[in-house]
Nanobody, 115 residues
Framework: QVQLVESGGDLVQPGGSLRLSCAAS????????TGWYRQAPGKQRELVAR???????NYADSVKGRFTISRDIAKNTVYLQMNSLKPEDTAVYYC?????????WGQGTQVTVSS
């Protein structure tokens, strides 16, 4: 069983920055991939950014150039640095750990971008 705990969500003005953290109970290096997803009210959950155990990353087109996913293997933590935030980035952000046969999710952290 893997537990994921997100933190860092907040209310921020457009153009601002936030860094989300996802602390895992197990070794993130053993995961196939770790990702950040988000779900806005009335919309489906969507992939924001993902990093594989080899360190490869991919991003949603809407966040490329603004968001960066990274990891600290020693701390079993994955981060999402979000810059130049826009109101359309407002959502609950979820951390996901993909293992060979299971997926695990955190409880989510709210990010609100508003003036």
């Amino acid at each position: 069983q893997v537990q994921l705990v997100e933190s860092g969500g907040d209310l921020v003005q457009p153009g601002g920055s936030l860094r989300l953290s996802c602390a895992a109970s197990g070794s993130i290096f053993s995961f196939v991939a770790t990702g950040w997803y988000r779900q806005a009210p009335g919309k489906q959950r969507e992939l924001v950014a993902r990093i594989t155990n080899s360190g490869s990353t991919n991003y949603a087109d809407s966040v490329k150039g603004r968001f960066t996913i990274s990891r600290d293997i020693a701390k079993n933590t994955v981060y999402l640095q979000m810059n130049s935030l826009k109101p359309e980035d407002t959502a609950v952000y979820y951390c996901n750990a993909a293992l060979t046969y299971n997926d695990y999710w955190g409880q989510g952290t709210q990010v609100t971008v508003s003036s």
